[in-house]
């Protein structure tokens, strides 16, 4: 079976925060298959707040690993989706 798991990450506060995260997420760049992040951008603004799509591969159990560094940092709220499949 093969799983793939989407994790929804939300910064609260990019600037405080950013550092922190880039360093786990570079601690488990092994898992990372994608990575999507954005935030608003204008002439007049640009925002504290941030988010962060990842798109995870691997085992489950390193998964949970990523989470669980990921929610000791505070600032940042995590969300998830996992797909299993079979192959043909």
Do not use: N
Not at 45 to 55: A, D, E, F, K, P
Not at 60 to 86: C, H, N, R, T
Request: hydrophobic share 45%.
């Amino acid at each position: 079976m093969k799983h793939t798991m989407i994790l929804g990450i939300l910064v609260f506060d990019r600037i405080k925060e950013a550092g922190k995260t880039q360093k786990v997420l570079s601690k488990h760049a092994s898992l990372i298959r994608t990575r999507l992040g954005f935030h608003e951008l204008s002439e007049a603004v640009c925002s504290r707040m941030g988010t962060i799509l990842l798109v995870l591969e691997g085992q489950p159990e390193s998964w949970e690993v990523l989470e669980k560094d990921l929610a000791e940092i505070g600032g940042i709220e995590i969300q998830k989706m996992k797909f299993d499949y079979l192959f043909k």
